[in-house]
């Protein structure tokens, strides 16, 4: 069975960073896809970047320039390090994988991945 988990999360100030991680168990050695996600009460979850066994990252508008995804593919690990951040970034987000090999270089709707972590809490004040 495969779990995730998210950590890194935590209140900082307009303008700093953070840098959230999933740690993944249970995983084979099949390629995975990875996507982190976001929300806020009230609101739809929404994917801020994703990642596939090719490489290949994708970003929301929202985030594009300020958020970067990567993976260490040994500890079955990704990251989202997040800067210039915003009071609008504060959600709680959430980690998910799928067995892909790729994105095909888009964000993908929530159901397309099967494993998702608890979530991390991120605030942001101004």
Not at 49 to 65: L, M, P, Q
Request: with cysteine; hydrophobic share 30%; glycine share 12%.
């Amino acid at each position: 069975q495969v779990h995730l988990m998210e950590s890194g999360g935590g209140s900082v100030r307009s303008g700093g960073s953070l840098r959230l991680s999933c740690v993944a168990s249970g995983m084979t050695d099949a390629s995975y896809v990875w996507g982190w996600f976001r929300q806020v009460p009230g609101k739809e979850r929404e994917e801020v970047a994703a990642i596939g066994s090719d490489g290949h990252e994708s970003y929301a508008d929202s985030v594009k320039g300020r958020f970067t995804m990567s993976r260490m593919r040994p500890k079955s690990t990704v990251y989202l390090e997040m800067n210039n951040l915003e009071p609008e970034d504060s959600a709680m987000y959430y980690c998910a994988a799928d067995q892909r090999y790729s994105t095909g270089g888009h964000l993908i709707p929530p159901d397309y991945y099967k494993y998702w972590g608890q979530g991390t809490q991120v605030s942001i004040s101004s």
